[in-house]
């Protein structure tokens, strides 16, 4: 076990990791980007040219981190065992839950990223956009099964737009996380469970819909 350990330790980092992590860590000492590409590369004792079999940019590096912190939080969830049992509400809270402990750990690179993506005033930033690429699919999918087990109802227009809606909301938590000074993100917590309740509340079944029901059952059995 020991051996396997030892071996494991010495186990070499892809070069995809090695600049990102490089990349955090410059980001983190010097509050900003380096200055080019080449500089960057030396101090990775690496040619600029293999940079670039890699990534073609810092915002693809810093894409590539954000994409990283989706597929770290969606591991996390198909690891644990109960996941798959758990109803589409109880499997967004899981999500948004597990998601906010990731970005806990990467916090410091996070504000600087969400920093540097207001300064830019950008509506659909490039850095974000892998995320929002994979975290629209997982909505989707979430949409999707909530639809078979009832948990979500299918309305004309509206539902077509259910993972446009659930990306809002995650920027949104991602904001107020932001400038959560409570003691353990608590209200972040709290906000978690009350926008996803209402959200829920919202697409769910409703008094209305049971009426049209009702309504439509009488019309056609009049």
């Given amino acids: 076990m020991e051996k396997t350990t030892a071996k494991t330790a010495k186990e070499k980092k892809s070069p995809e990791a090695q600049i990102k992590e490089a990349y955090i860590t410059y980001l983190l000492e010097h509050g900003q980007a380096p200055a080019s590409v080449f500089k960057f590369a030396k101090l990775l004792k690496m040619k600029e040219e293999d940079f670039y079999n890699y990534y073609n940019s810092f915002e693809g590096v810093e894409s590539a981190i954000w ?90 227009v509206i539902s077509d737009r259910y993972a446009d809606l659930l990306w809002m909301q995650a920027m949104f938590l991602l904001n107020f996380w932001q400038k959560d000074t409570s003691k353990g993100f608590e209200r972040t917590d709290a906000a978690v469970e009350k926008a996803v309740n209402l959200f829920f509340d919202l697409i769910g079944k409703s008094a209305l819909d049971s009426m049209l029901d009702f309504a439509k059952f009488i019309y056609q059995n009049k």
Wanted: cysteine-free; hydrophobic content about 30%; overall charge positive.
């Fill in 67 to 156: 994409t990283d912190i989706f597929g770290e939080t969606k591991s996390r969830l198909d690891q644990d065992k109960t996941y798959i049992q758990y109803s589409v509400r109880e499997k967004l809270l899981a999500f948004y839950f597990t998601w906010l402990e990731v970005l806990k750990s990467n916090r410091s690179y996070i504000q600087y990223s969400l920093q540097q993506i207001k300064e830019k005033k950008s509506l659909d930033p490039t850095v974000l956009k892998g995320f929002k690429s994979a975290f629209k699919q997982y909505a989707e999918e979430l949409m999707s099964e909530g639809k078979e087990t009832d948990e979500v109802v299918a309305r004309p």
